[in-house]
T-cell receptor
Framework: DTGVSQNPRHKITKRGQNVTFRCDPISEHNRLYWYRQTLGQGPEFLTYFQNEAQLEKSRLLSDRFSAERPKGSFSTLEIQRTEQGDSAMYLC?????????FGPGTRLTVT | QKEVEQDPGPLSVPEGAIVSLNCTYSNSAFQYFMWYRQYSRKGPELLMYTYSSGNKEDGRFTAQVDKSSKYISLFIRDSQPSDSATYLCAISGAGSYQLTFGKGTKLSVIP
């Protein structure tokens, strides 16, 4: 068990570009979550998958954000037409039940 | 009123002290309570998970939940410099797997 992994760890992009992040959950975990964290704040929930089904989405997840989990394994989070306000740490977590285990995060900087 | 309130600190204690960290919440439907530790620029690490009211102990850590007061606590005994981190409370309800986090309390343990 190597834990939740996320790639890339850091991403710098220009405003208006699209970016995609990947999350690989703990292998036996069927639930996968995306959160966003800005400096000095706790993580904020974005979306949740059980297997390949996206079951919950936050109002924070604007139409520029899309997440997928094909085949119920890894997940991708895409942000289209990035804005400076999208600069944050994007965290992925996975769980079998209620206890969520987080990955190291992807730090996005939009210039 | 925010759903979860947590004093951001910072909190500075001498090595060996007992640390008390607290959160209050507003929604009586919350049933699942977690504490995470987050080192700078890392993902949150799950420390304690409690369902409903009561106490739970794990080594130097004790988590307490008082649902009647909507108040949760984390106690750290014999604090060590390696405990210096931000501590986040996280809560969820029966009908949802999304976690609602506090802002986090930054703790420094001084040798």
């Amino acid at each position: 068990d190597t834990g939740v992994s996320q790639n890339p760890r850091h991403k710098i992009t220009k405003r208006g570009q699209n970016v995609t992040f990947r999350c690989d959950p703990i292998s036996e975990h069927n639930r996968l979550y995306w959160y966003r964290q800005t400096l000095g704040q706790g993580p904020e929930f974005l979306t949740y998958f059980q297997n390949e089904a996206q079951l919950e989405k936050s109002r924070l997840l604007s139409d520029r954000f899309s997440a997928e989990r094909p085949k119920g394994s890894f997940s991708t989070l895409e942000i289209q037409r990035t804005e400076q306000g999208d600069s944050a740490m994007y965290l992925c977590a996975s769980s079998l039940d209620r206890e969520q285990y987080f990955g190291p995060g992807t730090r996005l900087t939009v210039t | 009123q925010k759903e979860v309130e947590q004093d951001p600190g910072p909190l500075s204690v001498p090595e060996g002290a007992i640390v008390s960290l607290n959160c209050t919440y507003s929604n009586s439907a919350f049933q699942y309570f977690m504490w995470y530790r987050q080192y700078s620029r890392k993902g949150p690490e799950l420390l304690m998970y409690t369902y409903s009211s009561g106490n739970k102990e794990d080594g130097r850590f004790t988590a307490q939940v008082d649902k009647s007061s909507k108040y949760i606590s984390l106690f750290i005994r014999d604090s060590q410099p390696s405990d210096s981190a931000t501590y986040l409370c996280a809560i969820s309800g029966a009908g949802s797997y999304q976690l609602t986090f506090g802002k986090g309390t930054k703790l420094s343990v001084i040798p």
